[in-house]
């Protein structure tokens, strides 16, 4: 049984920062990449970022330059700092494992951003 546990959303004034963190515990093993997912009221989840175990990073064109996705591979937990922050980006954000085995969501964290 694999879980992500999510933590570190909260309400933020635009332009400010936040950092969410997402441990894996559980039978983990081979690791293909880990993850930010994001679902705003009536749109479809989309990526965030994504960071592979040879630590290659994908970001969204919405995203670039303002989140920066890390992990510490001794801990299988993956990082998503976020500066300037908008409106725009307030959704409920999900940490996303994918293993050889299967792929994993964690249950979500809601992040506000007002105006």
């Known amino acids: 049984q694999v879980q992500l546990v999510e933590s570190g959303g909260g309400l933020v004034q635009a332009g400010g920062s936040l950092r969410l963190s997402c441990a894996a515990s559980?039978?983990?093993?081979?690791?293909?990449?880990m993850g930010w997912y994001r679902q705003a009221p009536g749109k479809q989840r989309e990526v965030v970022a994504t960071?592979?175990?040879?630590?290659?990073?994908y970001y969204a064109d919405a995203v670039k330059g303002r989140f920066t996705i890390s992990r510490d591979n001794s801990k299988n937990t993956v990082y998503l700092q976020m500066h300037s922050l908008k409106p725009e980006d307030t959704a409920v954000y999900y940490c996303?494992?994918?293993?050889?085995?299967?792929?994993?969501w964690g249950q979500g964290t809601q992040v506000t951003v007002s105006s």
């Open positions: 960071i592979s175990s040879g630590s290659y990073t």
């Open positions: 559980g039978s983990i093993s081979s690791i293909h990449a």
């Open positions: 996303n494992l994918a293993t050889t085995w299967g792929i994993y």
